[in-house]
């Protein structure tokens, strides 16, 4: 019963240095999407995928870059890792239809140095 | 663009008692649906409730339900008993009916129960 699963859980970075964090799904679900979360900001929409072959950006996507590989797998890669974003990433799916809930992976601790 | 705003960082609430958080959104269409989730210290996200804007009842779960003011734009959550185990961050979503559908939260209201 893995949901939606997150890699890696931590994650300490170089300015500059640039990594993947991965993304999947077991649900069959159509929507995928990608959160940071910082103190007093909630969670912000870095960019999220209604369907297989499609991303839009969200509120916070400059730095970002993402790839729907497949229905299951959602990844968000930061090519130039910047202090700024220093956050907990949170990867999330549901099926189409407004009134689904939304599952949430179980977040990555991201520090950038 | 759709936001979500919680006005409240944090509140506070005897074991017990009740407890309303706030939450208002801002939207131009009439097709959507509201959320409002719990993040424990575990940061595990867990529905809490949800409500669909084009049904006038408020939503109900137990011990939470729903304030849903559609012409406002409000969005409140009541917990009524509060107990220690709902101590935590509360989000509130939104979610458009057409299109990509993208899932937008609120700030978050971080809830302290006294014991």
């Known amino acids: 019963n893995a949901g939606v699963t997150q890699t890696p859980k931590f994650q300490v970075l170089k300015t500059g240095q640039s990594m993947t964090l991965q993304c999947a799904q077991d649900?069959?679900?159509?929507?995928m999407y990608w959160y940071r979360q910082d103190p007093g900001m909630g969670l912000r929409l870095i960019y999220y995928?209604?369907?297989?072959?499609?991303?839009d950006k969200g509120e916070v996507p400059n730095g970002y870059n993402v790839s729907r590989l497949n229905k299951r797998e959602f990844s968000l890669r930061l090519e130039s890792a910047a202090p700024s974003q220093t956050s907990v990433y949170f990867c999330?799916?549901?099926?189409?239809?407004?009134?689904?809930?939304?599952?949430f992976g179980q977040g990555t601790r991201l520090t950038v140095v | 663009a759709q936001t979500v705003t919680q006005s409240q960082p944090e509140m506070s609430v005897q074991e017990a008692e009740t407890v309303t958080l706030s939450c208002t959104y801002d939207t131009s269409e009439s097709d959507y649906y509201l959320f409002w989730y719990k993040q424990p210290p575990s940061r595990q996200m867990i529905l809490v409730i949800r409500q669909e804007a084009y049904k006038q009842q408020n939503a109900t779960e137990n011990r939470f339900s729903v304030n849903f003011q559609k012409a406002a734009k409000s969005f409140s959550l009541k917990i009524s008993d509060s107990q220690l185990g709902d101590a935590a961050m509360y989000f509130c979503a939104y979610r458009s009916g057409q299109g990509a559908q993208k899932l937008v939260f609120g700030q978050g209201t971080r809830l302290t129960i006294n014991p």
């Open positions: 649900m069959n679900h159509n929507s």
């Open positions: 999330a799916s549901s099926t189409t239809g407004g009134y689904t809930e939304a599952f």
């Open positions: 995928s209604a369907s297989e072959g499609t991303t």
